[in-house]
């Protein structure tokens, strides 16, 4: 579905992207993990175009997505963005967020684009807010409405960057509940996460970064259990400790 080719990308004379080369297909769900500052947002907000690159060559479905005649708001439709702050329209109701790209984008009927807001509330379960207010709705539930925009747009990926690092602790694991069910129901993404609970349960693979380079790019049970990079291994050392949150109640 997607291959990244040879990624290079600079922030003036910063190499933040340094050859990055990998492919997800269709129904992976890769977390990407790795210190602060290692190039994981850069990475995935070079897949709709957020970041020129330099170098290398993006393929989304077959296609160069920074050749000259892409239509950047037709990839944004394809895929979906869920960032670590909410980024809700905030003067407009649950519902009109989930319409309005629908309608304006997607051209299909103020009906249709209601029926399907209605059918995404339920699924990440909020069908009773869709005419609340973005300010009036917890943190965890902003962003189970902010995922279930980006879904209204039916997209072929969703990407997210630290979903849950904005939030309470006790609203983390709603977000992972939502997305571990999309994983479920075959969605393909990539979650940039601190998760490592998360990551073990529900990922198909896993990608650390370190320094703008793509160190490891492999199955969770092996990543977690016998990482090959130094790096790595100092990473998880690091960040995994034995309470690690895991996404138990729908994994029943
Ligand atoms: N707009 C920018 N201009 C210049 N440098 C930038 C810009 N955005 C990011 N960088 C630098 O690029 C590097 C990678 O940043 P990036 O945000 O991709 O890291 P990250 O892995 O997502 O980190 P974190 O875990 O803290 O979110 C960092 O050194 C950062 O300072
Ligand atoms: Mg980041």
Same mark, same amino acid.
């Given at each position: 579905m997607l291959k990244l080719q040879k990624i290079d990308k600079w922030y003036d004379d910063y190499h933040a992207l340094k050859g990055v080369d990998v492919e997800i297909k269709k129904g992976e769900v890769v977390v990407v993990c790795g210190p602060s500052g290692s190039g994981k947002s850069t990475l995935i907000r070079t897949l709709t175009r957020l970041e020129a690159i330099q170098g290398g060559r993006i393929l989304f479905e077959d296609k160069d997505i920074y050749a000259r005649n892409?239509?950047?708001?037709?990839?944004?439709?394809?895929?979906?963005?869920?960032?670590?702050?909410?980024?809700?329209?905030?003067?407009?109701?649950?519902?009109? +967020? @989930?319409?309005? !790209?629908?309608?304006?984008?997607?051209? /299909?009927? &103020?009906?249709? *684009?209601?029926?399907? $807001? =209605?059918? #995404?509330?339920?699924?990440?379960?909020?069908?009773?807010?869709?005419?609340?207010?973005?300010? +009036? @709705?917890?943190? !965890?539930?902003?962003?189970?409405?902010? /995922?279930? &925009?980006?879904? *209204?747009?039916?997209? $072929? =990926?969703? #990407?997210?960057?630290?979903?849950?690092?904005?939030?309470?602790?006790?609203?983390?694991?709603?977000? @992972?509940?939502?997305?571990?069910?999309?994983?479920?129901?075959?969605?393909?993404?990539?979650?940039v996460s601190h998760e490592m609970g998360f990551a073990r349960e529900v990922s198909s693979r896993v990608w650390f970064m370190d320094n703008g380079e793509l160190l490891e790019d492999a199955p969770p049970d092996q990543f977690f259990s016998n990482p090959t990079h130094p790096r790595a291994r100092k990473f998880l050392q690091d960040v995994v400790r034995p309470h690690d949150r895991a996404v138990s109640p729908l994994a029943a």
């Open positions: 892409v239509d950047v708001n037709k990839l944004r439709a394809r895929v979906g963005f869920v960032f670590q702050s909410f980024n809700l329209f905030q003067n407009m109701s649950v519902r009109n +967020n @989930l319409t309005l !790209g629908p309608v304006k984008v997607l051209g /299909i009927s &103020r009906d249709e *684009a209601n029926a399907r $807001a =209605l059918e #995404l509330l339920k699924k990440v379960g909020l069908e009773k807010k869709i005419d609340a207010m973005p300010a +009036n @709705l917890s943190g !965890g539930q902003q962003q189970r409405v902010a /995922i279930a &925009r980006a879904l *209204a747009m039916q997209p $072929a =990926l969703m #990407l997210f960057d630290e979903p849950t690092s904005a939030l309470d602790p006790e609203m983390v694991s709603e977000v @992972l509940q939502v997305m571990q069910s999309l994983a479920r129901d075959g969605m393909t993404m990539i979650i």
